[in-house]
């Protein structure tokens, strides 16, 4: 059975980006396209219109897309999608149906203090599938893929993710924990503590390194202990990465659901293509 990847669409330029990544991801992997276009809720935008012209323009807008998205990759199967709400809470449900989620956006680079919004932390939150949030390219060259590291469900998730893909394209696969230096009288206080968690880190990244190697032979993996906050170390890796993968262990319940303080602050400060992965069911709250 082939694998879907649904594209989030609403004629803009960052839907564009998403496709374009979308449709190469596919065409290597044998997957089929769904084009989603979602017709909002915005009163003020539909106040003066009917149904039939909203519906006339969404239908345009997605075959458009879908049209573009075939030029990028004829061979890979494209469908589309016209639905009716609230956009990311649209995709939400969608992704109960699909294997990834892709959305663009406009924002690159890690820009203190100025954040895309919170869509896409919406859906990276609340999705039952991996999704991948796109920026637009800075023209430079992209290598390697930077998972990072938790003793969670969601981390292993995350690392059988970012090693697929590793095998897939050939990169090489960094596996990345992180956490702040304790400064000033902290650090002399909890030295031995902090070299002893420094060390159980790096045991956890060399077994996970070596379950990889089993398991996909082809895969260069290395392990690095990174000593800054771990969103910070994360979005620094992503400006020059080909993909960052991030594990979510929150709970999730019908349509919501929470975004780890890693994952958020990661999505709020967009480098690079970074793919939120979850947990299986049973092993989030």
Same mark, same amino acid.
């Given at each position: 059975?082939?694998? #879907?990847?649904?594209?989030?669409?609403?004629?803009? #330029?960052? =839907?564009? %980006? &998403?496709? /374009?990544?979308?449709?190469?991801?596919?065409?290597?992997?044998?997957?089929?396209?769904?084009?989603?276009?979602?017709?909002?809720?915005?009163?003020?935008?539909?106040?003066?219109?009917?149904?039939?012209? %909203?519906?006339?323009?969404?239908?345009?807008?997605?075959?458009?897309?879908?049209?573009?998205?075939?030029? $990028?990759?004829?061979?890979?199967?494209?469908?589309? $999608?016209?639905?009716? =709400?609230?956009?990311?809470?649209?995709?939400?449900?969608?992704?109960?149906?699909?294997?990834?989620?892709?959305?663009? #956006?406009?924002?690159?680079?890690?820009?203190?203090?100025?954040?895309?919004?919170? /869509?896409?932390?919406?859906?990276?939150? !609340?999705?039952?599938?991996?999704?991948?949030?796109?920026?637009?390219?800075?023209?430079?060259?992209?290598?390697?893929? %930077?998972?990072?590291?938790?003793?969670?469900?969601?981390?292993?998730?995350?690392?059988?993710?970012?090693?697929?893909?590793?095998?897939?394209? =050939?990169? #090489?696969?960094?596996?990345?924990?992180?956490?702040?230096?304790?400064?000033?009288?902290?650090?002399?206080?909890?030295?031995?503590?902090?070299?002893?968690?420094?060390?159980?880190?790096?045991?956890?990244?060399?077994?996970?390194?070596?379950?990889?190697?089993?398991?996909?032979?082809?895969?260069?993996?290395?392990? /690095?202990?990174?000593?800054?906050? &771990?969103?910070?170390?994360?979005?620094?890796?992503?400006?020059?990465?080909?993909?960052?993968?991030?594990?979510?262990?929150?709970?999730?319940?019908?349509?919501? !659901?929470?975004? =780890?303080?890693?994952?958020?602050?990661?999505? $709020?400060?967009?480098?690079?293509?970074?793919?939120?992965?979850?947990?299986?069911?049973? &092993?989030?709250?």
């Amino acid at each position: 059975m082939g694998t #879907t990847i649904a594209v989030g669409v609403d004629g803009s #330029t960052p =839907g564009r %980006i &998403a496709l /374009r990544w979308a449709m190469r991801h596919a065409e290597d992997t044998s997957a089929e396209v769904v084009v989603v276009y979602v017709v909002g809720t915005d009163l003020a935008a539909i106040a003066s219109r009917s149904d039939e012209e %909203i519906q006339a323009d969404a239908e345009r807008i997605v075959a458009a897309e879908a049209q573009f998205a075939q030029t $990028l990759a004829p061979s890979v199967p494209v469908t589309t $999608l016209v639905l009716r =709400g609230n956009p990311m809470r649209e995709l939400i449900s969608v992704s109960k149906t699909v294997d990834l989620v892709v959305v663009g #956006t406009h924002k690159t680079g890690f820009i203190r203090g100025r954040i895309f919004g919170s /869509r896409s932390i919406v859906l990276a939150a !609340g999705s039952r599938t991996p999704v991948a949030v796109i920026p637009e390219s800075s023209g430079r060259r992209r290598h390697g893929i %930077i998972v990072g590291v938790d003793d969670s469900p969601a981390g292993r998730e995350a690392i059988h993710f970012g090693a697929i893909e590793a095998a897939r394209t =050939g990169e #090489t696969l960094r596996l990345v924990s992180a956490w702040p230096q304790a400064e000033g009288d902290h650090a002399h206080t909890h030295r031995d503590n902090d070299e002893r968690v420094a060390s159980e880190v790096r045991d956890m990244l060399d077994r996970e390194a070596a379950s990889v190697r089993e398991q996909f032979p082809t895969v260069e993996v290395h392990g /690095r202990v990174i000593r800054l906050p &771990a969103a910070e170390a994360l979005v620094d890796a992503s400006a020059s990465s080909a993909l960052v993968v991030l594990g979510n262990s929150g709970p999730l319940s019908e349509g919501q !659901g929470l975004l =780890g303080s890693v994952a958020h602050d990661v999505l $709020l400060n967009l480098a690079g293509p970074t793919v939120v992965v979850h947990a299986a069911d049973s &092993a989030r709250g």
